[in-house]
């Protein structure tokens, strides 16, 4: 069974920093990319950020290009969002999500249970 | 980036109703379309990718049409426990940007 678990999320205020984790079981980690996917009541779903199976292609939104850095562990199976100079308008429930891939079609089809990431002073 | 329109906002529909929900991209995506399920508190699902394929699992009763830019979620009779929020999502180019969610409350 595919478990993905995020840790990591809390209350920080603007300017700092936060690590999150997503531990990932049930499947071959280093066979598939993973994306970090955000939500907030307002902007509702927000791709954040994805990564190759190897680790060796790395993707950003704009709004966190610079800020955020995604990385993998692929003899831990972990996935880890390492996000600095922190805003506002990060604070969302974020979610590790497994991609699939057929042929050219991709698509998240496992997510975690998501972890809360509260900016404010 | 490429903008993702979905219609309605929201709707109420009754248990055995057809119920459609619209997506619409602000430029060609050809059938690199999916359609996610998410419940209140939960993570969302895919129902639906490629357009029109069925994720494995899902009841026969969701389906997927359209591609270029218009697309289309169908529930053919909807059930109880369709009562959620469903997100078109776009997979054709960095960033893979979702619709703004369409919330179904069953009457």
């Known amino acids: 069974e595919v478990q993905l678990v995020e840790s990591g999320g809390g209350l920080i205020q603007p300017g700092g920093s936060l690590r999150l984790s997503c531990a990932a079981s049930?499947?071959?980690?280093?066979?598939?990319?993973m994306s970090w996917v955000r939500q907030t009541p307002g902007k509702g779903l927000e791709w954040v950020s994805a990564?190759?199976?190897?680790?060796?292609?790395?993707y950003y939104a704009d709004s966190v290009k610079g800020r955020f850095t995604i990385s993998r562990d692929n003899s831990k199976n972990t996935l880890s969002l390492q996000m600095n100079s922190l805003r506002a308008e990060d604070t969302a429930v974020y979610y590790c999500?497994?991609?699939?891939?057929?042929?050219?079609?991709?698509?998240?089809?496992?997510w975690g249970q998501g972890t809360l990431v509260t900016v404010s002073s | 980036d490429i903008q993702m329109t979905q219609s309605p906002s929201s709707l109420s529909a009754s248990v055995g109703d057809r119920v459609t929900i619209t997506c619409r991209a602000s430029?060609?995506?050809?059938?690199?379309l999916n359609w996610y399920q998410q419940k209140p508190g939960k993570a969302p699902k895919v129902l639906i990718y490629?357009?029109?394929s069925l994720q494995s699992g899902v009841p026969s009763r969701f389906s997927g049409s359209g591609s270029g830019t218009d697309f289309t979620l169908t529930i053919s009779s909807l059930q109880p426990e369709d009562s959620a929020s469903y997100y078109c999502?776009?997979?054709?180019?960095?960033?893979?940007?979702f619709g703004q969610g369409t919330k179904l409350e069953i009457k």
């Open positions: 999500a497994k991609i699939y891939s057929s042929g050219w079609f991709n698509y998240f089809d496992y």
């Open positions: 049930g499947f071959t980690f280093s066979n598939y990319a």
């Open positions: 990564i190759s199976g190897s680790g060796g292609s790395t």
């Open positions: 430029q060609s995506i050809s059938s690199y």
């Open positions: 490629a357009a029109s």
């Open positions: 999502q776009q997979s054709y180019s960095t960033p893979n940007t």
